[in-house]
């Protein structure tokens, strides 16, 4: 199933903003959380994650918030740049062999 | 460093018709693998995992099976495929075992259009 959903389906941003986006999340025994980049056509890669004993954590020029108080996620891309366009996945788990539980996506879009 | 390859990148077959997609990871043993299917505009559905040779869990009823031959090595099958198969299938593999937090890496996928 998908418990793990995404607020907006489209994001458009110019090029040197900052991105933002959410992801909220259902099962509360999740305790790790991931975001994937998708380019069209190819493989989700691997972007941040986040355990649940943590509320933020950064990679370079992106940064992951979790509040589990109420089970949101966020990815923040700092000056986004146009090979940024993609669509962006979270997913959790509570660890398992069953691997990970995915959102919809959201589609980052890239204004110049 | 290890790699996942996934074949063929793109797939056209008529309904009714076989299936069979392989998925190899190289650099790793003993990995824990899997197939998902992405469907436009929605998110991945695991379909099915594997944590050893022979061991296959299903996660959903449908027209497909999967089998490990071999330690690294994956095959997503089909004796008779449906307008409804179509899709992008994703073949992946988990890092690490043993750590109970991790995460997936994916091969390059498969576009197939039952038609």
């Known amino acids: 199933g998908e418990s793990v959903g995404l607020h907006l389906p489209t994001l458009s941003v110019q090029e040197g903003d900052n991105s933002i986006i959410n992801c909220a999340y259902s099962?509360?025994?999740?305790?790790?959380f991931i975001w994937y980049k998708q380019e069209s056509g190819k493989g989700p890669q691997f972007i941040i994650d986040i355990r649940s004993n943590m509320d933020k954590r950064q990679g370079q020029r992106v940064t992951v918030l979790l509040n589990k108080t109420v089970k949101h996620l966020s990815l923040q891309i700092a000056a986004t740049q146009p090979g940024d366009s993609a669509v962006y996945f979270c997913?959790?788990?509570?660890?398992?062999?069953?691997?990970?539980?995915f959102g919809k996506g959201t589609h980052l879009i890239i204004q110049p | 460093s290890q790699t996942i390859h996934q074949w063929p990148a793109t797939l056209v077959q008529p309904v009714g018709s076989p299936l069979s997609l392989e998925c190899t990871v190289e650099?790793?043993?003993?990995?824990?693998l899997y197939w998902y299917r992405q469907a436009a505009g929605r998110g991945l559905q695991l379909l099915f995992y594997s944590v050893g040779i022979g061991q296959i869990s299903s996660e959903v009823p449908q027209n497909l099976s999967a089998s490990r031959p071999q330690d690294r090595q994956f095959i997503l099958s089909s004796k008779k495929l449906l307008l409804s198969d179509s899709g992008f299938y994703l073949c992946?593999?988990?890092?690490?075992?043993?750590?109970?937090?991790?995460?997936?890496?994916f091969g390059s996928g498969t576009q197939l259009s039952v038609l």
């Open positions: 997913a959790e788990t509570r660890g398992g062999a069953d691997g990970l539980t």
């Open positions: 992946a593999w988990m890092g690490n075992i043993g750590a109970k937090y991790e995460k997936l890496f």
């Open positions: 099962n509360s025994a999740s305790d790790y």
């Open positions: 650099g790793t043993s003993n990995p824990n």
